[in-house]
């Protein structure tokens, strides 16, 4: 697999997609690095690398990914050679100008158990809402926010005494081992039915 991440942060998700490559556990490439904001770690965990990586110009609109700087993300993962994007952190929604250009090779990770707490700060959510579990999803991306086919999904406990810090970092190494494996998982799916095709 030949991968395309976009992401807003830390970067901390695409640092363990990178950590898994390297121990051999994930057969795949990392060729492109995008981010919507300049300042985002996730562009200096690339340029440590030496990962191709550069910033989404959203023609100054705070939230909006516009139609035009999809069209040329699009245009920059596809002259990379991208076969699936992954969204890392990615804090804007993607739409149908770059969800036509990769039909069902858009994933993200989100830290719920969807469809429980789509949007912004889930953990956050769940702790207010009392729930009994969290945990974290990875899922196709549909136009929808954080509303596409499921691909894993892996429960996390809430302690007594969690705070909002402590959740989400306990979620965020679920996540770690999550992404990669999922991965994986779309991989296998994607090549099977190239497999099945062969004479
Ligand atoms: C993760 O918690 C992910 O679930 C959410 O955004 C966070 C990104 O963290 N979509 P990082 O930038 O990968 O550290």
Known sequence: MVLGILGSGSGSNMQAILDAIDAGNLDARIALVL???PDAFILERARRRGIPCGVIDCRGFL????????????????????TLV???????????????????????????????????????QAL????PTAGCTVHLVDEGMDTGPIILQEEVPILPGDSADSLHARIQTVEHRLYPTAISKM????????RASLP
């Not at 069209?71 to 050679?81: M, Q």
């Open 35 to 37: 981010s919507d904001n």
């Open 63 to 82: 939230t909006r990914f516009p139609d035009e700087a999809q069209l040329e993300t699009a245009a920059r993962l596809r002259a990379a050679g991208v």
């Open 86 to 124: 992954c969204l890392a952190g990615f804090l804007r929604l993607v739409k149908r100008p770059l969800l036509d250009a990769f039909p069902k090779r858009i994933i993200n990770i989100h830290p719920s158990l969807l469809p429980a707490f789509p949007g912004l700060e889930s953990w956050k």
């Open 128 to 131: 207010a809402a009392g729930a």
């Open 187 to 194: 991989a296998a799916s994607l090549l099977a039915p190239a």
